[in-house]
């Protein structure tokens, strides 16, 4: 059976954490360099965890940090994220239960996740959350050392490609509530949903030509129309 494939981002668009990954990273850092460091001039928002740890590192005058210490300081994110999920009270935001349960229903709908979070950062939201279940974590994207999230959706087209030959971009849908995911949406041809659920307005969001853009998630036929097509 050829399949679709519905490729949702996390944060802003899936839930809403009350910035438990930011107060997360804030810990590392002070754990890290001993140093408190607000994240207020530091891009966040469809940025992957790599990109802002590498952000992190400049910041405080560690560039040319070596991969390895680098990942120390995802690891030591990743260990203090869970904790910080349970002291916050963040939401799923509305719709996503029942879209999710909707394609889980579509024998020809793959769920995926294309997220700038890390594989273990993804785990531990979605599992707070309640939505690990819906996905297939196997052949979802996670920033793996990538910092641009074309890199990503490059990554994702590869291994689709790999596993359906006669895949088109037509045949995936990207889901996000930023400009960064419409971009990495674009940069493999596929269809673009955005929803204004971030920190990105519906007219912003409009002018980066998105397929569709939603105040919030529409009800599911209406989102997933496009891989019916």
Same mark, same amino acid.
């Given at each position: 059976? #050829? /399949? ?5 981002? $996390? ?12 107060? +997360?990273?804030?810990? +590392? ?12 001039? $530091? &891009? ?11 952000? $992190? ?10 991969? $390895? ?9 990743? %260990?203090?994220? @869970? ?19 909707? %394609?889980?229903?579509? &024998? ?7 997220? *700038? ?12 959350? *309640? ?30 490609? %790999? ?5 088109? *971009? ?8 930023? #400009? ?29 030509? #998105?397929?569709?853009? /939603?105040?919030?998630? @529409? ?6 129309? @496009?891989?019916?097509?």
């Amino acid at each position: 059976m #050829p /399949y679709c494939y519905a490729v949702w981002d $996390i944060d802003g668009t899936l839930l809403r954490s009350a910035k438990a990954g930011l107060y +997360a990273f804030e810990e +590392a850092m002070l754990l890290f360099f001993q140093k408190k460091a607000s994240f207020d001039t $530091i &891009p966040t928002a469809g940025r992957t965890d790599w990109f802002i740890a590498r952000t $992190i590192f400049e910041r405080f005058g560690y560039a040319n940090a070596s991969p $390895i210490e680098r990942q120390n300081f995802i690891e030591l994110y990743e %260990s203090l994220l @869970p904790a910080h999920l349970k002291a916050r009270q963040g939401v799923v935001l509305p719709g996503v239960k029942e879209a999710l349960a909707w %394609s889980q229903q579509q &024998p020809q709908i793959k769920t995926l996740l294309l997220t *700038g979070n890390t594989r273990q950062g993804a785990l531990a939201k979605l599992t707070h959350y *309640g939505l690990k279940d819906f996905f297939d974590f196997d052949a979802s994207i996670f920033c793996d050392f990538d910092e641009e999230r074309n890199e990503l959706s490059r990554r994702l087209w590869l291994d689709l490609q %790999s596993k359906q030959a006669a895949l088109t *971009g037509q045949q995936i849908l990207i889901i996000g509530d930023t #400009p960064h995911d419409i971009l990495c949406g674009q940069a493999i041809g596929a269809h673009t949903a955005a929803v204004a659920t971030g920190q990105y307005a519906t007219t912003e969001l409009l002018s980066f030509n #998105p397929s569709a853009v /939603y105040h919030q998630l @529409p009800e599911p036929k209406t989102l997933f129309a @496009p891989l019916g097509k």
